[in-house]
């Protein structure tokens, strides 16, 4: 296994420069998987990593050593520990081609999701979206990078099972598609649970402080909130995004 130990090397530029730069990730369509659970979830879908990187001494793991059995001799590195630690905490990454998944010719269950700039809140929105079996998710301009480090661990894999569309001009989608779009809203007074979400639904989410644009709630089919008898002013994007998605499964079952 070839060892790195400088900065200088060209292989250690190429991981900096992914973790680092959502442009470098567009430019190269590259992402960087930290962390074994990630690199397991990928390998599962019958991919396999461009290139692999260990840190020292982490080959005594021995769910690390399970993992690179997989993985082809060529595409394995070994970094030196300060190397490694200037990338993650890990101790393996791994570099991918950003896989993109062909969504169902006409889906029937959608997330529209606006401006959401936090990559722990864009993670676990994917992640529900996957669970909740969501067709498709479509991402505006100014969502956080999707394939950021951040937002990838918050996935914990869903990116690897989900059509994902960026940089989306929301109002258009809302308004073609051929089913109900469901915007939440604090100043609803519909309440999510009087609709019915069994036909082809497509939920929109907005940013976490500011909420939607006024086209896109103007383009959304209804607006609903979520009951809230606590002492509170508003939920997490995240949790009120998987509160929408379950209930239409809830529906569904």
């Given at each position: ?8 090397n ?61 993985i ?30 062909k ?58 099972v989900l059509?994902?569309?960026?940089r ?19 100043n ?53 995004a ?12």
């Amino acid at each position: 296994m070839k060892i790195i130990s400088s900065r200088d090397n060209l292989m250690f530029k190429q991981f900096k420069r992914l973790a680092d730069s959502a442009r470098e990730r567009r430019k190269a369509a590259r992402a960087l998987l930290e962390g074994s659970h990630l690199l397991a979830a990928y390998l599962a879908t019958g991919r396999v990593p461009e290139q692999v990187a260990v840190s020292q001494g982490s080959m005594e793991n021995t769910e690390t050593r399970a993992l690179l059995a997989a993985i082809p001799a060529a595409h394995l590195v070994e970094l030196s520990s300060s190397l490694f630690a200037e990338l993650t905490p890990t101790g393996i990454l791994a570099v991918i081609e950003i896989p993109h998944i062909k969504p169902v010719a006409k889906p029937d269950f959608c997330l529209l999701l606006e401006d959401v700039q936090d990559p722990g809140n864009l993670g676990a929105i994917l992640r529900s979206a996957a669970a909740a079996g969501v067709h498709v998710v479509y991402l505006s301009t100014h969502c956080v990078d999707v394939w950021s480090p951040k937002v990838l661990r918050g996935g914990m894999g869903a990116h690897f099972v989900l059509a994902i569309e960026e940089r989306v001009n929301l109002p258009e989608k809302a308004a073609a598609f051929a089913g109900l779009t469901v915007a939440t809203s604090l100043n609803a007074t519909q309440s999510l649970y009087d609709l019915d979400l069994t036909g082809p639904i497509a939920f929109i989410v907005g940013n976490e402080g500011a909420g939607m644009t006024a086209a896109l709630l103007a383009a959304a089919g209804v607006q609903v909130r979520i009951p809230m008898p606590g002492k509170v002013e508003s939920l997490n994007a995240a949790a009120a995004a998987s509160i929408c998605l379950f209930e239409r499964v809830r529906q569904k079952l």
